[in-house]
DNA sequence: GTTTCAGTGGTAAACGTTTGCCACTATATC
DNA sequence: GATATAGTGGCAAACGTTTACCACTGAAAC
């Protein structure tokens, strides 16, 4: 690989001004001069090296990722969208998986630290009570407090920059527009117990199902994952009550719903109401009613702010959730209210 | 952040003896010495630097991956399992989506090189004749020849180590097994022309029609998403004919096929069976029928030639696919041959 | 005819590691 | 007692950049 020297021998300059040249700074450097030096490079098919700059500026074009779950889609989008504006910087995304476990969040951060990643995001929430959150809280005040830029796209207890969505909205508003159909016996499915980010979700159905005098029913909270969602409702289904409404804590969840509902001859939304939370691509194909995100975006907005020029970028509004109705509700029917139990 | 060199002036010894000490060295050191440079080290909460180290080194413990679609459970699965199993070794995963297309693929490739990655993984094959191609193929081989480490886990048209799985046989056997339960009008649906993993598929069932003396129908080739699948079968259903079994290109398409019959009212595998190629785990949570492959071990396996100490590592046999049979397919009925006409 | 200053280019000192080489000691070998 | 050798530790030179500082030129300002 050739060096920024050898690039200078060539074009007859000093090392520093091929540095001025091909790495922009403030400093003038005559046009043909400028010239020698990018053809130089092109000849020898010059590329810089990020460890070297590293090392001299103290901070790496990296951005480092902290994800709970990469194989959800929620996830994967924010993961491409932080990518995606990244790159238009410069940037290069390192992604870390972290099964929501402070333990290894703690080891993926310091990693991303060695690197000298400029900023850090923390794609998901945390579990309250979790061993290892007050260690890695102290880990990222410390490195906030030294300059890294650490932005979380969900509750949190450290003090990051915060671009936080509303999950109990997201979940009031959506149970809201179940019971506007006539729902009454609403039931809330899945969901990590203690994961903040479910926990507000869970917040957000109960009070709008107290604000209706109903009772709220939350259950199967066994993962995000499809599974999870299979499995909850089948174990509703095996104790021989179907709600006429389901509010999922999020898309996933409510996927594995309708795989197990559709599978087992019932329909959607003839015989249950079925709606998600995330506004993940996955959900579209169903026709599956959901509060809807726009991830990718989100995901961009914490990439441009830490790859921001500026020293205190501003905090950008998070997007808020907009209810996206597609064909897995529908209003009740007086069948429906009769013929079922509620457990 | 602490340096060795504060380190090693609390330790009171030589910046090389701490060294030696933190960053494991063939060099003898005492125990003593040893142990005060470690307390030394947790005292001053020492954090090597990677970019100081990677400088020095002329490699760092990066191993790139640029992806064909990240939103793709198939290769999330796989960037998964080359993330768990590189930070085995203390490696860490960059990230990168390219979007099937040379260009950014030679553009993330760069980048790569630029963080002096040990090695690359590129996950998803190259669609023939894509503009951009033969740059990058000169790009890779002259970074192959450079030392770097770059493995392909699909069809690439460039010399880097290969751990490729068989697409034409596991299309080829799942046809077969289509065919063994009596179904005679088997079409193929999804994939991206041209994409070579996708063309293989394509003639590993053709070869199963051919064998059978049957006609292929291949359909659909917008894409590889649960869009594409869903477009897919909406098309033929609009020219009102369903096939006995459809061979999908890939497990996502499927899932979109499966949408779009249940929402419309058909069954599998009453009406219809349906398959898949890949074997995500989301097509298990619909009782999917595929061609399953241990992804999260694939990209393990990349992970680790890349992450071996040893000069010329041997490579490793890539896994093969296994039929695992769901609840999407059955045995052709009476009815299914005649009620229904071919296209 | 000074002085000032913008424009341009070079020198050299970092940044934080790793590692080849040398030096010293203590023990083993002849 | 001389010599080899294993065990241990330090010195200093890189690795490829960036950038503070200095130097020179020519034109503008007085």
Known sequence: MATLREVAELAGVSVATASRVLNGSAHPVSSDVRDSVQTAAK?????????????KQQ???????????????????????IEIEAAKSGYVTILANANRDPEQERTKFRVLREHQASGIVFC??????AP???????????AVRAGTRVVAL??????????????VEASYELTRYMLSLGHRRVTFIGGVPGLTAVEQRA????????EAQLVPHVVGRTGMRQESG????????????????????NDEIAVGVL????TSGYRTPEDVSVAGIGGTRGGAVFGLTTMTLPLVELGGLAARYIASASAQPSVPEPPRFELSIGSTTAKATSGQARSQQFG
Chains 1, 2 share one sequence.
């Open 43 to 55: 000849t020898l098919g010059y590329t810089p090296s990020a460890a070297a700059q590293a090392l």
């Open 59 to 81: 901070r790496s074009k990296i951005i480092g990722v902290i994800a709970s779950d990469i194989l959800d889609p929620y996830f994967a989008e924010l993961a491409r969208g």
């Open 124 to 129: 998901g929430s945390d579990i309250e009570g």
């Open 132 to 142: 290892g959150t007050a260690e890695l809280a102290r880990d990222v005040n410390m």
């Open 154 to 167: 969900a509750p949190r207890g450290f003090d990051s920059t915060k671009i936080i969505i509303d999950n």
């Open 203 to 210: 917040d957000g159905y109960r009070r709008a199902m107290f």
């Open 230 to 249: 299979r499995n909850a409702i089948a174990g509703i289904v095996a104790e021989g009550s179907l709600p006429e409404a389901i509010v999922c804590a």
């Open 259 to 262: 795989a197990y509902l559709w």
